[in-house]
């Protein structure tokens, strides 16, 4: 059964540092491109950062996170992390992960560069990030 599941949300204070892992089950995640996703309450679910697990090992992540986020990749675990630091309450939201369907046809060697526009799925149960003092 291919699965993806994120873990590693909590309740954190604004300023502190969570790591949010993103584990594959039923196939290997370095054949996908993979991304993070949020939705916080009451607002449309947003792309926050892409790994694009090709040659060049591009990443992308959204302005808002940039400088703060830190996506990575452990190949021997199947896990990809989402390093979240200096966290703001903005950043409170549902967090889930999700590969790019069409990026396992395309080696890594040729694979382009994530931007979060590709067609995300395997979404698995997401991980609640609460930032609050």
């Known amino acids: 059964e291919v699965q993806l599941q994120a873990s590693g949300g909590g309740l954190v204070q604004p300023g502190g540092s969570l790591r949010l892992s993103c584990t594959a089950s039923?196939?290997?995640?370095?054949?996908?491109?993979v991304g993070w996703f949020r939705q916080a309450p009451g607002k449309e679910r947003e792309g926050v950062s892409c790994a694009s697990h090709n040659e060049e090992g591009d990443t992308y992540y959204i302005d808002s996170v940039k400088g703060r986020f830190t996506i990575t990749s452990d190949y021997t675990k199947n896990t990809v992390y989402l390093q979240m630091n200096r966290l703001e309450p903005e950043d409170t939201a549902v967090y889930y992960c999700a590969v790019d369907l069409l990026s396992q046809y395309l080696d890594q060697t040729v694979r382009a560069p994530c931007t979060l526009r590709e067609e995300y799925g395997h979404w698995g149960q997401g991980t609640l990030v609460t930032v609050s003092s």
């Open positions: 039923g196939f290997t995640l370095d054949e996908y491109a």
